[in-house]
């Protein structure tokens, strides 16, 4: 059992009056000892996305990632089976692989060389064979996949992700996720993952509100092809974490990129309706699609301290758009467009962390455009309420 370094009943008063709901307290999002409270209750019990099954698409294929404080390796083993197992060598805890790669035979830690399979066991141990006897492995994690995403979760007990997010399934069917392939499968300079210095839930909620995107991206091709007015809440599940709204556009086929229309072609399949719209899903904690009509934005994201966080950023194309003999031309000014757009985000989540570290700093309402915020709350404390009434989970256990 863990106690809230800030009061639940001071947390709770964000929801209490659901006409004037408010942001949480400004020590939520600077607090070290909020920060270990929170990955107690929420990172090492909930499913977390690590990254697409096309990032392993043979057996042998690895990345590694860090997720709560903990390095893991994703591996494909001769099954085909993708399995997460911490990357702490059972020896003397050196990390046995970091980056990605291809384990040929065995994952074999560099300080001395102890050997482990695709599945984590170990294998070989110089000058100690008989260790490989007894059952010695990297601790595995259950994972599960849900449209060619991977995700982890710490917790043995943790209820499965699939039928959580069953209301999801009529949104994001159209847009064969699955069979969508990442722009790093075309890139290989491609970096998956970026390092902020702001509290993983200041990104979270200028990700998941369209309050901002029409002010601060309001210069941009795609924002200025979009109409916010229009916004529409669709899947609304606190309970479960889920959330979903849908714009609708000013053109067919409006799309983040430097002019603010597809250039390639549209997701196959996609009826004409759907491609006058763009869905933006969130599912907690750490989880956002962006779903439009040429790819579709997978941002998987999680903190690393009280005011730091990680994000894997996947940006998803029908293989006959990566065909396109046009893809590298237009996919390197998009990357631009890209880039600039997620610099305004940036520049202002930056000075939101530095605001909210203020003596000045405001616990202040949030608007009718971002009550997808308000759901967030509403599920965040429930994992909290739950962390304080239950232990933690042990996770598991190194085995063979
Ligand atoms: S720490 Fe890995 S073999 Fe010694
Ligand atoms: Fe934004």
Redesign the pocket.
């Known amino acids: 059992m863990a106690a809230s370094p800030i009061p639940l009943h001071e947390l709770e008063a964000s929801i209490a009056d659901p006409l004037a709901p408010t942001f949480f307290p400004p020590a939520a999002y600077t607090s070290e000892a909020f920060h270990e409270f929170e990955l107690e209750a929420v990172w090492r019990r909930e499913w977390v996305l690590v990254g697409r099954l096309e990032e392993v698409p043979e057996p042998g294929d690895w990345f590694s990632i860090e997720v709560a404080g903990e390095p893991l390796l994703i591996v494909r083993d001769d099954d085909g089976e993708v399995n997460a197992v911490s990357a702490v060598?059972?020896?003397?805890?050196?990390l046995?692989a970091e980056g990605r790669g291809r384990c040929e035979r065995a994952f074999v830690?560099?300080?001395?060389?102890?050997a482990y399979d695709r599945r984590g066991r170990l294998i070989g141990?110089?000058q100690a064979a008989e260790l490989t006897r007894r059952g010695i492995g990297l601790p595995r994690l259950r994972t599960e996949l849900w449209h060619g995403f991977v995700f982890v979760t710490f917790d043995e007990e943790a209820e499965p992700l699939a039928p959580r997010l069953a209301s999801l399934e009529p949104i994001v069917a159209p847009y064969r996720l699955q069979e969508l392939r990442g722009d790093f499968t075309v890139d290989p300079d491609y970096r998956f993952e970026l390092d902020h210095a702001w509290n993983w839930k200041v990104y979270a909620e200028g990700q998941n509100e369209c309050y901002h995107c029409d002010k601060l991206h309001g210069d941009t091709p795609v924002m200025q092809a979009t109409d916010c007015n229009s916004i529409a809440f669709g899947v609304m599940e606190p309970d479960n974490g889920l959330f979903h709204f849908e714009l609708r556009n000013h053109a067919i086929d409006v799309t983040l990129n430097h002019v603010g229309r597809a250039l390639l072609g549209a997701i196959p399949g996609l009826t004409e309706a759907q491609r006058w719209v763009t869905h933006t899903v969130v599912i907690a904690p750490g989880v956002l699609l962006v779903l439009m009509p040429d790819s579709v934005i997978a941002l998987g994201y999680r903190p690393t301290g009280p005011t730091s966080m990680r994000v894997k950023r996947h940006r998803l194309y029908p293989q006959a758009t990566l065909d396109h003999p046009r893809f590298a031309e237009v996919h390197r000014e998009e990357s631009v467009a890209v880039r600039a757009f997620v610099g305004q985000d940036e520049y202002a989540f930056a000075r939101v962390q530095q605001g909210l570290s203020s003596r000045f700093a405001p616990r202040g309402p949030i608007a009718a455009r971002e009550q997808v915020l308000v759901g967030m709350n509403r599920w965040l404390l429930d994992r909290y309420r739950a962390a304080e009434a239950a232990p933690a989970p042990a996770g598991p256990a190194a085995a063979g």
């Open positions: 060598c059972r020896h003397r805890g050196m046995v830690c560099p300080y001395h060389e102890w141990a110089p």
